[in-house]
Nanobody, 122 residues
């Protein structure tokens, strides 16, 4: 099982990036896919989550209205569209899979990708 996150990079404040998380090795049709991030010197925190089936999504307050999570079941890929980026969004972003519920609780996610770095300059 492999989760491959990509799409990170350097962007100016106010800009946009789209992260991708490609899943291979098994189907996650019954899982929830989430994005987390770890800023320099901080704990990893929840960003957003989505069910593979259905349309249910969940967002952290600090990204609500700016970020949008989506999935392409045919490509086994989850996306995180990030708009109006702020310097405080600078972090390594991780995708993860959770076999239970739509949740922001990190310990429920048992498959993790390697992370992709997003740097937002002021």
């Amino acid at each position: 099982v492999q989760l491959q996150a990509s799409g990170g990079g350097l962007v100016q404040a106010g800009g946009s990036l789209r992260l991708s998380c490609a899943v291979s090795g098994r189907a996650f049709s019954d899982h929830v896919m989430g994005w987390f991030r770890r800023a320099p010197g901080k704990e990893r925190e929840f960003v957003s989550a989505i069910r593979w089936s259905g349309r249910s999504t969940l967002y952290a307050d600090y990204v609500k209205g700016r970020f949008a999570i989506s999935r392409d079941n045919a490509k086994n890929t989850v996306y995180l569209q990030m708009n109006s980026l702020k310097p405080e969004d600078t972090a390594v972003y991780y995708c993860a899979a959770n076999p239970s519920s739509l949740s922001r609780i990190e310990r429920l996610y048992n498959y993790w990708g390697q992370g992709t770095l997003v740097t937002v300059s002021s």
